[in-house]
């Protein structure tokens, strides 16, 4: 197997983490390198779950400033000469850019919103300056709808309507993006954290995009498999 990285990405429930740790059984630790999202407690969070509309971008600021940071850090980390010498897969549960999705769906002020989409525009440029970004050779897109996902989201704060309206963002933004191939997964009804035959067919699959890589998006529904 050839030396890659790649990134995971779903919305909240999907299972990003289970299958991190399913890869990592498969590939063992020493083969394989995380990278895992761990955001700074945000300060205004708790006022953004009592007025959304009043708190939202200074939120989405914070968030995306420390995603800002992380991503730095995944940059120079994979900047290293040695870092594919150590290991044979690299696997991020985040993309910097994801934030804007989250921005879009809870920012309703026009005004925010481009002062928002103006400083996320100055981070990407200093951050092209700083560092040589490494995209991923492909995103998977862990797919799934509301119906899936709620019964496992324990937060008194989010809706099912909340969660129908942020996967629809997911799709319209992976469907639809330029930076890396996506390998598009579509988990509906299925618990691949907990059955076995899902999450090897997951992995199968991500392996065979890293054998060849995919050159546009890739649609598997494991129903039909």
């Not at 000469?81 to 769906?105: G, M, Q, R, T, Y």
């Not at 970004?133 to 996902?149: D, H, I, K, M, N």
């Not at 324990?154 to 963002?169: P, S």
């Amino acid at each position: 197997m050839s030396s890659s990285f790649i990134a995971i990405e779903g919305p909240i429930g999907v299972g990003k983490s289970a299958l991190i740790e399913a890869l990592e059984k498969e590939y063992g630790k020493q083969a394989l390198h995380t990278f895992c999202e761990q955001l700074e407690p945000n300060p205004f969070l708790e006022q953004f779950y009592e007025d959304k509309k009043k708190y939202a971008f200074q939120t989405q600021i914070a968030f995306m400033l420390s995603r800002y940071r992380q991503f730095e850090a995944l940059q120079k980390k994979l900047g290293t000469p040695d870092i594919f010498a150590e290991c044979k897969l690299c696997v991020s549960d985040f993309i910097f850019e994801k934030n804007d999705i989250f921005a879009e769906l809870t920012i309703e002020d026009e005004q925010e919103w481009k002062l928002y989409q103006k400083i996320r525009d100055i981070l990407v440029e200093s951050a092209k300056k700083n560092t040589r970004p490494v995209t991923p050779s492909f995103v998977v897109y862990l797919r799934a709808g509301e119906e899936t996902l709620y019964p496992r989201v324990n937060n008194k704060y989010i809706t099912k309507d909340y969660l129908h309206r942020l996967t629809t963002l997911y799709d319209r933004y992976f469907f639809h993006y330029k930076v890396s191939p996506v390998l598009i997964i579509d988990v509906n009804n299925v618990d691949f954290v907990h059955e076995s035959q899902p999450v090897a067919t997951i992995i199968s699959s991500i392996k065979k995009a890293i054998e060849c890589p995919p050159t546009q998006n890739t649609y598997i529904k494991l129903d039909d498999l």
